[in-house]
């Protein structure tokens, strides 16, 4: 790691808060907000990201609701690449792919639009956190099915201790997966 990129690591950690007990006793909630609040470390996290679709060949990318869409928006304005919403189950008009996936107690749906790629996309999946993989599992699903080559994944944090990077390295058939912060 560049000092560089050990300095960015530092800022965008440093603005990322920890917030006991949320949602429930026992979880530490990682609260981006202040990052986002901060207009140097926001920038800077938006010329990582878009770096990273670029040097990974994306033409479009994909944000997974609904802090994805945060992040992955001003990546797509930054880089020149189009960007395409990963929504729940009925919140787009129109025709859309879905897909199912299981949640720790039950499961959820995603959809996207078809029609926003075609086979000559590479798709760039971009959301706040990595977890358990579940959500950007299934939206790799839904970017095959759409006809699209997945380019990468990018988080701007991984739990490791949930193994979501293992539960995703099978579906990225050798494609990067790039976590800024690991914790």
């Known amino acids: 790691m560049t000092s560089t990129t050990e300095s960015i690591r530092e800022l965008l950690l440093s603005r990322i808060r920890d917030v006991a007990d949320y949602p429930k006793p026992g979880v530490v909630f990682k609260d981006i907000t202040p990052l986002l609040a ?3 470390a926001f920038t800077a996290l938006t010329d990582t990201l878009a770096e990273l679709c670029v040097r990974h ?4 990318i994909v944000g997974l609701e609904a802090r994805g869409f945060i992040l992955a928006a001003p990546v797509a304005v930054r880089s020149g690449i189009g ?8 919140k787009l008009p129109g ?7 299981e949640l720790e107690y039950g499961s959820a749906e995603i959809e996207i639009h078809a029609e926003d790629l ?3 996309d590479r798709v760039m999946v ?3 956190v990595l977890a358990t993989g579940g959500t950007a599992e299934a939206s ?8 699209a080559r997945v380019a990468g994944v990018a988080v ?12 995703l390295e099978p579906g990225l058939a050798g494609a990067p997966l790039e976590a800024l912060i690991t914790v």
């Open 38 to 40: 901060d207009p140097v």
């Open 57 to 60: 060949g994306a033409t479009k």
């Open 83 to 90: 960007f395409v919403p990963v929504r729940k189950a009925g």
């Open 95 to 101: 025709a859309t792919l879905s897909q199912t996936y």
């Open 118 to 120: 075609d086979a000559d």
């Open 126 to 128: 971009i959301d706040d």
């Open 140 to 147: 790799l699903d839904l970017i095959r099915r759409a006809g």
């Open 156 to 167: 701007l944090m991984e739990l490791g201790f949930l193994a979501g990077r293992a539960r």
